[in-house]
């Protein structure tokens, strides 16, 4: 099996589509169920982004691969014994390539979702798989009482059940540590985009030099000014699923935004003879890549610097924790804190912003064993 990229020249429905995988058989013939699904779920099905081709690839190319080395035919769904072809794949996966649980269960989401398409195409009978009732833990939350489930789902029986690591973040002192390392004026606003709004990398490589303005001059006095984030505007603004969405962003942080726009980002813009959409530029007065890989770079070696392990989406997480800790202790009955949050995240789903109540009673608890460590200083002082 080969696996490649198609070039700009890939054309379908006079749309080009670089980067686009594409799957072979050593023949070089075109693997044509592969690369049908691929056209179907990658282009007109639920997936928006083309961050998802490689993996989607990968996950065809690794099982397809895996079929060959064992003389398997893919369309042998009803084979008669116990093990399936994609219960033997993820066994294969997590037992010989010691893929950890969540990587086999990401590449066997792209498998089921073959053998489902080749299923409404009629290219075999059945799915090589099935689906059992499993319990669930949930969060206890203010969602709790429309839960009908009884904490139970219905899951896939060839997935290995998932083990989801909390999201980290950072504490407070470690966010002035971080700063106090980032003497590079243009890495440390950097840093305060990610730590004031929580945007994806992505997003922040991609923020429009536009959307910055003086709150001042245009009379705008609210605490929080409330943004637009528009991938059809043509500002070159790139959100997950070119979805967009409003944020806020906090007055006095807009007013330093201008402010280096103004006095700073000039040394680098300077460097680019055509004048540049984004507002962060590279050393050479570009922009840097729509990925956002490279401030992931960027923010880990500032994190070395300070002793903290951290990469652009552990920002996220701060964000997301210590403002929904922030609304917690301020609340107000017209403002739902994890409403508020999966909104400036982007998430489609509350369930996904429900992984931060965890941190926060987490920090909680931190907040009262530090309380009684306290009083019981002062109790021996006495």
Request: glycine share 6%.
């Amino acid at each position: 099996m080969e696996l490649v990229r198609a070039t700009q020249d890939f054309i379908i429905a006079g749309q080009p589509y670089q980067g686009f995988p594409i799957l072979l058989w050593d023949s070089m013939e075109s693997c044509v169920p592969a690369n049908q699904f691929f056209r179907h779920y990658l282009l007109r099905g639920a997936i928006g982004s083309k961050h998802s081709w490689p993996s989607t690839g990968r996950a065809l190319y690794d099982f397809f691969s895996f079929l060959q080395a064992h003389e398997l035919d893919w369309r042998d769904v009803d084979r008669g014994e116990a093990k399936s072809l994609v219960a033997a794949y993820r066994d294969y996966c997590l037992t010989i390539c010691k893929l950890t649980q969540n990587t086999t269960r990401q590449r066997l989401t792209y498998i089921c979702k073959f053998y489902e398409y080749a299923l409404k195409e009629e290219w075999v009978k059945c799915v090589p798989f099935s689906y059992e009732e499993r319990s669930v833990k949930r969060e206890v939350s203010f969602l709790a009482h429309v839960d009908a489930s009884g904490g139970k789902t219905m899951a896939n029986d060839v997935m290995p059940r998932a083990r989801k690591a909390p999201p980290v973040f950072l504490s407070m002192a470690e966010i002035k540590s971080l700063l106090a390392e980032a003497e590079n004026p243009h890495h440390r606003i950097m840093l305060r985009l990610a730590l004031h709004t929580g945007l994806r990398r992505e997003e922040i490589a991609t923020f429009p030099l536009s959307y910055v303005f003086d709150p001042n001059k245009a009379g705008k006095t609210d605490r929080n000014l409330r943004m637009r984030l528009d991938p059809f505007d043509g500002s070159g603004m790139v959100t997950k699923g070119s979805k967009p969405r409003d944020i806020y962003i906090n007055r006095q942080f807009m007013v330093e935004l201008y402010r280096y726009v103004s006095k700073v980002r000039g040394e680098r813009a300077s460097l680019s003879k055509p004048p540049q959409k984004t507002l962060l530029l590279n050393q050479f007065g570009e922009p840097y890549g729509s990925n956002g890989k490279s401030l992931n770079r960027i923010i880990s070696e500032i994190g070395r610097l300070a002793g903290i392990k951290v990469h652009t989406h552990t920002l996220r997480h701060t964000y997301a924790t210590q403002t929904l800790v922030c609304l917690q202790r301020n609340h107000t009955n017209r403002l739902d804190p994890l409403v508020f949050v999966q909104r400036q995240l982007g998430h489609s789903s509350i369930q996904t912003t429900m992984a931060y109540l965890h941190m926060v009673n987490e920090m909680a608890d931190e907040a009262v064993l530090a309380y009684d460590d306290e009083l019981n200083a002062l109790v021996e002082a006495g």
